[in-house]
Each structure stands twice: as C-alpha cells, then as structure tokens.
C-alpha cells in the first residue's frame, strides 16, 4: 500500500515512522496538490497532519473517502483554525477526530472522535500537546480499520451540536489578545469568554475588535 502523508508541520515524525512500519510505501508531500501530480503519484491513502494548502475538488473527488485528516477539535466543534483556543473561549468539547475530507472545511465524515479532558491549569501550548497526542495515538489506533474499509464514517450533520468554524482572520484576532501568545493560560482564554459572552458589545470596546467578523 502506498500512503501519500501530507504535511508541513514539524509533528509530523511519528505519524510518518509509524505508516512506513506498517503500510509499505510512504511519500511526504508539503506543496499544493493537483490532479497531475496525484495522478504521478498514484497513492492507495493520502493522510493529512499538519498540512496548511486547501485540497481542490477535483482531488477530492477522485479520492472520496481515502483522505483522511487528523483534526485535534471534537468535531463538529472547532472546524477550522486554532480549535484548542476557540474550545475555551466558548467553552466548547474538547477532544480529538479523524475524518476524511470532502469539498468544505474540516467538515467530512467523521470516522472516529475521542473527548480529551483538559484542566484549566494548561496553557495553550500545553493544551496542545496534550491533544495532539492523544490525536496521533487515535490514528495508530484506528489505521488499520481505514486502510481495511472497515472503519465507520459518520455525517457531521448526525452529530449533536451545531459546531463552530474559526477562520484564520478570527483566530489570528482571538489569539492577539492573548498576552503570553501560545504560553498564555487557558484560564485567561476562558475567562475572556465568559467576559465575551455576558456583554459582546462591551467587550469589543474595551479591546477593539470584533472577533466574529
């Protein structure tokens, strides 16, 4: 079996020395794809962890259902950017998800999601490194079943809650008033929700912005 693994972030070791043990043939890939290339390279499954570049229809129409993303948010919470913080922010599930990608935004089905408990004693790197964990290990878990066929795939629509999408512009405005930036507390980023929560209008006066638009 050959397993394109896209990527781009710096996590991305374990995923990769764990499909070369055990599906044969592994390329890495960190540009953006086009049908030409995936075409030449012909992979059996792509998997994404940590790959920035949106996947244009026409790829994703000729793999449906063999590209599968590890998306550390439970979904359908937390779709798009910066999960981990928006997740207290508005005090959404925490947890973890694979899924396979179709023509939005993190909004294929999903094949299997697991909730991460997390203490307000994180910072938001740390929530971080916490979830991507328990992301990576779910996968190793799970991979067997997705390579074999056998894994579930379950329509967010079918899942209870409506779900949030953060785009970069949001998140790049949340994480600004973040003081410490990724070593900033996960209490302070709760505790602004909160604050968000009981006067919108107030709050974007006192800090000057409006994070939803």
């Known amino acids: ?89 508005e005090d959404t599930p925490k947890g973890v998800s694979l899924h396979s990608i179709d023509a939005g935004v993190d909004t294929g089905e999903v094949i299997v999601r697991q909730a991460v408990p997390l203490g307000l004693d994180e910072t938001l790197q740390s929530s971080w490194d916490v979830l991507m964990d328990a992301l990576e290990r779910l996968f190793m878990e799970w991979w067997e079943a997705i390579a074999a066929g056998t894994a579930p795939r379950v329509p967010q629509s079918s899942l209870e809650g409506a779900g949030s999408f953060h785009n970069r512009r949001m998140s790049d405005r949340l994480l600004a008033l973040c003081p410490q930036r990724w070593q900033t507390p996960v209490a302070f980023v709760a505790e602004l929700g909160r604050e968000y929560r009981a006067d919108p209008v107030a709050f974007a006066a006192r800090y000057g912005t409006k994070l939803y638009e």
């Not at 590890?70 to 997740?87: E, I």
Request: aromatic share 12%.
């Open 1 to 89: 079996m050959h397993v394109l693994l896209l990527t781009g972030a710096p996590r991305t070791s374990r995923i990769k020395d764990f499909l070369t043990s055990c599906a044969g043939r592994v390329s890495e890939y960190s540009g953006p794809l086009t049908p030409e290339l995936t075409q030449e390279l012909a992979p059996d499954f792509m998997v994404i962890h940590g790959y920035g570049p949106i996947i244009k229809p026409p790829v994703v129409d000729a793999f449906a259902g063999r590209i599968i993303n590890l998306h550390n948010t439970y979904l359908p919470w937390g779709r798009g950017l910066m999960g981990n913080v928006w997740s207290f922010f």
